[in-house]
C-alpha cells in the first residue's frame, strides 16, 4: 500500500513538473510575441525619474581614490609592456605587444572620458589634470573632445544635432564622392576614422576639436580648447624628440601601431554603442526628440575578457542617460534599472573570452546602415543597394 501511494505522488510529482515546465514555456513564448510586437520607437511610458529611482543611491556616489587606483592600475600595465617590449625587441613578443598596449591605450581613454563627465570625482580641478594627462598621450585633445562629446550626450540619437556617428540625411550623402563612402563605409576604413574625425569632424559637419574658434565651442571654452591643444602639442613634441633616441622605427613599433589599435577599439565601441542591433532602431527629429528617447536607442554590448578591461564602457544605456555614475557602478545600476526600462533595454548577447560575435555585428550594420530619410521626425537607417557595386568599383 505504502508503495502504492508513493507511486501516486511520484506520478503526481511528475505530472506537476511537467504542467510548470509547460507554464514557463507558453510565458516565454508570450514574451517573445510581445517582444517582437514591440515598437522601440512608441513614446516610454515611464520618466528618467522613474530610471533614476531605481538606482540605488550608493552609485551615484564617485570615490576619488577609487578612480584613481584605476589609473594607476592602468599606469602600471602600460609601462610594464613598454619596457617588456623594449627590452625583447623580439618578433615573437610584438603582436602581443601591440594588442595588449593598444587596448590599455583604449583603457586611458575611457578613463579620461570619466574624467570628462565628471564622474571620475566631484573635484573638476582633478577631472581636468588627470583627463589632460591620459588623453594628451593618447594624442586626445581633452577638452575639445570633452566638449563635443558633451554634445553627443545631450543630443543623442537625434538626427541633426547629434554629434557622434550621427546618420546622414538622404541629400547629404548622395553629395558624398564614392571615395568618401568607401572610407566611411567600407571595412577597415571606418574604423580608423578617429584622427580625421578629431580635425574636420564628420560629413556634413565643420569645424575641428583642434581649433578654438571652432562652431564646436563656446566664446567661454574657448581658452580650455587652447589649453587642450597646447598638451597635446606638447606629446607630438614629446614623441618627435623620443624619435631622435630611440629612432623612429622603435617608436613606431612602441607607440604608433598600439595608438592605431587604440583608434580601431575606439571607433568599433562607439560606432556599435549606437548601431547593430537585430532591429532597425529610431532616430528623431523635432518635437519627437526627447532625452529620454534619444538615449533609449543607444545599446549596451558584452565585450567578454574586456569589459572590465575598459572599465565597462559597453554597459552603455545608464551611462548615456546618467553620465554622472562612474564606471564602477554601471553594472549594478543597469541591473537595477532594467526593471523600470522593459522592452525599452536590449540585452546583449552574451560574449564569449573574446567578442567574436560582434564581427559580422559590425560588418552588417555598416552594409546596411547608411542614410536617413531627409522627412519625418521619426527615421530608421535605409540602404544604399548600389554602394560598392561591380560597377562603382
Not at 110 to 120: A, N, P, Y
Amino acid at each position: 500500500m505504502a508503495v502504492s501511494s508513493g507511486a501516486r505522488l511520484s506520478e503526481s510529482g511528475a505530472e506537476g513538473g511537467e504542467a510548470y515546465a509547460g507554464q514557463c514555456e507558453q510565458l516565454e513564448g508570450i514574451g517573445k510575441r510581445a517582444a517582437d510586437k514591440f515598437d522601440p520607437a512608441a513614446p516610454p511610458p515611464f520618466k528618467i525619474a522613474d530610471i533614476r529611482a531605481a538606482i540605488p543611491p550608493h552609485c551615484w556616489v564617485k570615490d576619488p581614490l577609487r578612480s584613481l587606483s584605476y589609473v594607476a592600475w592602468d599606469l602600471i600595465a602600460v609601462a610594464a609592456l613598454l619596457a617588456a617590449a623594449a627590452y625583447l625587441d623580439s618578433w615573437i613578443f610584438w603582436p602581443i605587444y601591440w594588442a595588449a598596449q593598444g587596448t590599455m591605450f583604449w583603457a586611458l581613454f575611457v578613463l579620461g572620458h570619466d574624467c570628462g563627465h565628471g564622474s571620475f570625482s566631484d573635484s573638476t580641478t582633478l577631472n581636468n589634470v588627470v583627463g589632460h594627462i591620459l588623453h594628451s598621450s593618447i594624442l586626445v585633445p581633452y577638452h575639445g573632445w570633452r566638449i563635443s562629446h558633451r554634445t553627443h550626450h545631450q543630443n543623442h540619437g537625434h538626427v541633426e544635432k547629434d554629434e557622434s556617428w550621427v546618420p546622414l540625411p538622404e541629400n547629404v550623402y548622395k553629395q558624398l564622392d564614392f571615395s568618401t563612402k568607401f572610407l566611411r563605409y567600407k571595412i577597415p576604413f571606418p574604423m580608423f576614422a578617429y584622427p580625421l574625425y578629431l580635425w574636420y569632424r564628420s560629413p556634413g559637419k565643420s569645424g575641428s576639436h583642434f581649433n578654438p574658434d571652432s562652431s564646436l565651442f563656446k566664446p567661454n571654452e574657448r581658452d580650455l580648447v587652447i589649453t587642450s591643444t597646447i598638451c597635446w602639442a606638447a606629446m607630438v613634441a614629446s614623441l618627435l624628440y623620443a624619435s631622435t633616441i630611440v629612432g623612429p622605427t622603435m617608436l613606431f613599433k612602441l607607440y604608433g601601431v598600439p595608438y592605431l589599435i587604440f583608434v580601431v577599439w575606439l571607433d568599433t565601441v562607439t560606432y556599435l554603442h549606437h548601431h547593430g542591433y537585430d532591429k532597425k532602431l529610431p532616430w528623431y527629429r523635432s518635437k519627437e526628440w526627447s532625452y529620454l528617447r534619444g538615449g533609449l536607442t543607444t545599446v549596451d554590448q558584452d565585450y567578454g575578457i574586456f569589459n572590465k578591461i575598459h572599465h565597462d564602457i559597453g554597459t552603455h544605456v545608464i551611462h548615456h542617460l546618467f553620465p554622472q555614475i562612474p564606471h564602477y557602478h554601471l553594472v549594478e545600476a543597469t541591473r537595477e534599472a532594467k526593471r523600470v526600462l522593459g522592452n525599452y533595454y536590449r540585452e546583449p548577447r552574451k560574449s564569449g573570452p573574446v567578442p567574436f560575435h560582434l564581427i559580422p555585428t559590425l560588418l552588417k550594420s555598416l552594409s546596411r546602415d547608411h542614410y536617413v530619410s531627409d522627412n519625418g521626425d521619426i527615421v530608421y537607417y535605409q540602404t544604399d543597394a548600389q554602394l560598392f557595386s561591380s560597377k562603382e568599383i
